[in-house]
T-cell receptor, first 115, second 110 residues
Framework: NAGVMQNPRHLVRRRGQEARLRCSPM?????VYWYRQLPEEGLKFMVY????????ESGMPKERFSAEFPKEGPSILRIQQVVRGDSAAYFC?????????????FGPGTRLTVT | RKEVEQDPGPFNVPEGATVAFNCTYS??????FFWYRQDCRKEPKLLMS???SGNEDGRFTAQLNRASQYISLLIRDSKLSDSATYLC???????????FGKGTTLSVSS
């Protein structure tokens, strides 16, 4: 049973470019979460999605960041006009049902470097 | 007050030692509690869920005190492979996200 898959694993973008991060949840999981880990910091929640719905985006920056989880295909985290401060590890997690007592399982992450 | 607070360490212990990590959380409405482990530059991996009655998995024991809003993790007979950062995690009030502590670093030496 494949775990959570993320790609690319490493992404380098120049300031002002767009970054697209992809996440495929574990088989049987319909809930996806995105977290960001800045250097030397803890993980911070960004957004929680189910298929075709954003359930909680309280952790998303107000500008330049968006997320989707279409009916078909992976979840996408999109960062427009990247800045150096966006350099971080972005982790996707999935769970079989919404977080309540359900554990979340994490993918290997995408390390974004903005030059 | 931070939502989840942990002693950052590092804890440097010899193989075979017993080590305890503590964590406090601020939101009394939190219902789910976990310990995750994160190796350098890797993803967090679930170590164990934490239940009110306390729970044990091999060399690992977790305790929860809801009244004090305090969570602990005890590792017995430490192995070199236990060297990692241990993350205390609770869910948010809405139950839609996990809130992570910054982690406690453990280094086990031979």
């Amino acid at each position: 049973n494949a775990g959570v898959m993320q790609n690319p694993r490493h992404l380098v973008r120049r300031r002002g470019q767009e970054a697209r991060l992809r996440c495929s949840p574990m088989k049987g999981h319909s809930h996806v979460y995105w977290y960001r880990q800045l250097p030397e910091e803890g993980l911070k929640f960004m957004v929680y999605l189910q298929k075709e719905n954003i359930i909680d985006e309280s952790g998303m920056p107000k500008e330049r960041f968006s997320a989707e989880f279409p009916k078909e295909g992976p979840s996408i985290l999109r960062i427009q006009q990247v800045v150096r401060g966006d350099s971080a590890a972005y982790f996707c997690a999935s769970s079989p049902q919404g977080t309540g007592s359900y554990e979340q399982y994490f993918g290997p992450g995408t390390r974004l470097t903005v030059t | 007050r931070k939502e989840v607070e942990q002693d950052p360490g590092p804890f440097n212990v010899p193989e075979g030692a017993t080590v305890a990590f503590n964590c406090t959380y601020s939101n009394s409405a939190s219902q789910s509690f976990f310990w995750y482990r994160q190796d350098c530059r890797k993803e967090p991996k679930l170590l164990m869920s934490v239940y009110s009655s306390g729970n044990e998995d091999g060399r690992f024991t977790a305790q929860l005190n809801r009244a004090s809003q305090y969570i602990s993790l005890l590792i017995r007979d430490s192995k070199l492979s236990d060297s990692a950062t241990y993350l205390c995690v609770v869910n948010n009030q809405a139950g839609t996200a996990l809130i992570f502590g910054k982690g406690t670093t453990l280094s086990v030496s031979s």
